[in-house]
């Protein structure tokens, strides 16, 4: 039985698979899916320092045992910014590194399943989504999950000034290293 996906596609179940898993998450007011292979992994949130004159994006550095993860907001990326009192209670995907840049996490409000089975995958075109970031719309049950590409999610400017702010941390940490040897 066909299941409409998006835009003038039409998906048959059974047609085409999506063979890998998937991370389910909610943030920016939906559901969200990225490859699995993409999360290295979960982790609760912490305090995070949050330098002036960031971009809008970054939600601040987490400290990971002495290395600054830089984590940017997932609602400022695709939609209204939620209120930042209840960040404590959410989750940050430590994302695997990629060719646009270095770690990254990204803060959701929730994760809802590290391991979940698409039954097709929609395809969207790149100039579909900001930077191309969606790269699909999974087929997951009756509901259709958007796909992030995790080296979509920043614009080049965005991934070099994140990278900028996260030399400049590593730099602070370092330094308190040196003082406390």
């Given at each position: 039985?066909?299941?409409?996906?998006?835009?003038?596609?039409?998906?048959?179940?059974?047609?085409?698979?999506?063979?890998?898993?998937?991370?389910?998450?909610?943030?920016?007011?939906?559901?969200?899916?990225?490859?699995?292979?993409?999360?290295?992994?979960?982790?609760?949130?912490?305090?995070?320092?949050?330098?002036?004159g960031s971009p809008a994006v970054l939600a601040g550095f987490l400290n990971l045992g002495g290395r600054?993860?830089?984590?940017?907001?997932?609602?400022?990326?695709?939609?209204?910014?939620?209120?930042?009192?209840?960040?404590?209670?959410?989750?940050?995907?430590?994302?695997?590194?990629?060719?646009?840049?270095?770690?990254?996490?990204?803060?959701?409000?929730?994760?809802?399943?590290?391991?979940?089975?698409?039954?097709?995958?929609?395809?969207?075109?790149?100039?579909?989504?900001?930077?191309?970031?969606?790269?699909?719309?999974?087929?997951?049950?009756?509901?259709?999950?958007?796909?992030?590409?995790?080296?979509?999610?920043?614009?080049?400017?965005?991934?070099?000034?994140?990278?900028?702010?996260?030399?400049?941390?590593?730099?602070?940490?370092?330094?308190l290293d040196q003082a406390g040897a």
């Amino acid at each position: 039985m066909p299941l409409p996906v998006a835009a003038g596609m039409v998906f048959n179940r059974g047609m085409t698979a999506a063979p890998q898993r998937f991370v389910l998450f909610r943030a920016a007011e939906g559901e969200w899916a990225m490859s699995a292979s993409g999360v290295a992994e979960v982790l609760p949130t912490a305090p995070m320092q949050r330098p002036a004159g960031s971009p809008a994006v970054l939600a601040g550095f987490l400290n990971l045992g002495g290395r600054p993860l830089p984590v940017v907001r997932l609602d400022a990326l695709f939609g209204p910014e939620a209120g930042r009192a209840d960040d404590l209670y959410h989750h940050v995907l430590r994302l695997t590194s990629s060719e646009a840049g270095g770690e990254l996490g990204l803060l959701v409000e929730r994760v809802t399943d590290v391991d979940a089975k698409a039954e097709g995958v929609a395809p969207l075109e790149p100039d579909q989504s900001v930077n191309g970031a969606l790269v699909g719309n999974l087929v997951i049950g009756e509901r259709l999950v958007p796909l992030l590409d995790r080296g979509r999610l920043l614009l080049v400017e965005e991934q070099r000034r994140i990278d900028d702010l996260a030399a400049a941390a590593r730099a602070r940490l370092d330094q308190l290293d040196q003082a406390g040897a």
